[in-house]
DNA sequence: AATGAATGAGCTTTCATTCAT
DNA sequence: CATGAATGAAAGCTCATTCAT
């Protein structure tokens, strides 16, 4: 019986919370490779077999993380984005929500960024990122059919709002800014001037 | 006596370059971690004592080739910004001249994403940004005075235009988009009316 | 209190032969010790508390299996030689119903040859080849005595005899021979000829 | 660079060597799954690494081994059989090399008797028994064809000698008979009066 | 400068066994 | 009787680094 297959008690299921939970951090802090298996198990002071109660390897226990992330992150948009009026209303949600989600989860954004860097967790990244640039080129599409900004490669745009995004969280996660609603603020409206000022 | 002071002889500074090089590679490749030494020094037909003769560790080949690439771009930077008249025509040229770079040395850029992934290489990475930003800020700072753009953070909006440069060239990196002189426009455009839209 | 003194209720019983079957065709497919004992109780469908209700440990339990296994053999030889009217028809009759056992029970078969080079089993296996040498030169003997057969070393034929048995059935057991019953007369008249014929 | 391409010095020769045979005896004497690595490269006084520079896996080591005895021991039969002027000759001499040879070398015959239990091994085994047995039907093949024994089933017949010899090994190995001229020459005179009977 | 061999700490993973429920 | 969870020793294996030649 595979790992993945089994059905978990109450109590497993807030195990295989705390492992992902603790292997996350610590994957963010010091990095994938040189967290060991031995550290998180101490770290929440188990046996080493408890990790391999829970996960097939260490590998899967990132894809697991990984996957989560991925999840939760598209729900919150979702979420944010339905009362938005407009488009371009709710491509600035879209974007806020994103940003407010990493910023409140760096470490899982950390893992992303990780993740892109090594062969074989790269293919899992791209394919979340396809989803995302996807999801709020459809919003760009429409302002651009509503006449609200010019017409263009919507994906590219799209992309390059994710990008300012983020750029944005790598530098909270890194220390050298502070997520105030201020600097948020400067990001959606850098954002929203970068799309429409296409129309000139 | 430590490696970092050993005098090279030409075929030396040869050999050391061709191990950065495939090093280089193969991280960008398959990520630091799992690339290991054996697999360097075999890729290039050499014993391991080759690789120990011109670097300490392999930590410490990683710096140097990160270090290699920091000064390089930098060096393309400034060459690239001299012939700009106004601030706002040295800050594209800036831009350009980064993307350009990137496109054309992605196996760098990736490393410089890994490393700020990971515990040890984290802070060299950081410096190396701040004195991008430091640079790109300058610029802007002048914009703003010229009364080319609002005033503002400054060095938040160099952030926001590396923040869209970085996320392009990682698009292109993973093969999600190709780098044509229409894409660079556009990504410039967007930086161009991103910051100077905060006017209004 | 010691596993094996515990009385069984029939469901015990069952059980218990239950895991004795699943365990031998998986020790006999992969060998014993890749088998886990994760998958046996898995095979069946059931917790680990089960196994070590009904055993001590893995050992035991195959030492279970060789000791059944051993003990069913023995009886049907008896059951088979007793209609034998002279030495040399029990001897057949003897032939015939070991080889038969065997084919018919290919995992114990298995079991045994593997047992045989395990240290910790090995000893086992032994004393129950010793008996069946034993007691296939009794009636070796026997003909020696009526004068069917030369005077010699009883129990050096009696090995041979079992050794043309055994490689027929390790053949079977591999696949290379199908127990037909041209198959076993020629494997019997091979023994019974290499037997008589030391008589000239 | 697979370790099996490896070029080996002098000194490297030697190492390879002293490992499979330390190795074999302790396979031979504990079983192979029992046998850790660990235990091996301590038993000849080396580092860990030592064992994975000339060996893929403990597995690989097992199949080095194996193919290493097959390889001699087929050397030795051919090279005993030359001088076999008549097809019973060559029988006899066959059988006698072989059993020569596993009593030389209980180690690798008990190592073949292990392999043939263990999936991952199993099929490698069976190979060279299907050489051995082709090698002695020839000859069996060309004695029915001078008319010096019964038409037949030449290949059952040389797996019933095989078995014959086989069994005899195994009781050498586990020290229930002593290998002396006299027994071997009962052997052999069992297979021929065996092969021969089927005459009348 | 260069090589092949060696080191050994430390890694990921397995698994027989135990135990609270 | 039975289960799922937990244990932890020990296994196979890797790999950065060192060293004799």
Known sequence: MAVVDRKLTQRGEERRTQLMEFAAARFAQKGFHPTSVAEIVEGIGVGKGVFYWYFDSKEALLRAILA????????????????????????????????????????????????????????????????AVRDAAVHITEAMEAGEIASGDAALLAQFMIGVHTYLVLQVVQGQIEATDAVIDAAVSFCLHGVTGQRS
Chains 1, 2, 3, 4 share one sequence.
């Open 68 to 131: 989560d992330a991925q999840r939760d992150l598209r729900r919150r948009q979702r979420a944010a984005i339905t009362d938005g009026a407009t488009p371009m209303e709710r491509i600035e949600r879209g974007i806020r929500a994103s940003i407010q989600w990493s910023v409140n989860h760096t470490d899982h954004f950390r893992l992303v960024q990780f993740a892109a860097t090594d062969e074989q967790f790269r293919a899992g990244v791209l394919k979340g990122q396809q989803v």
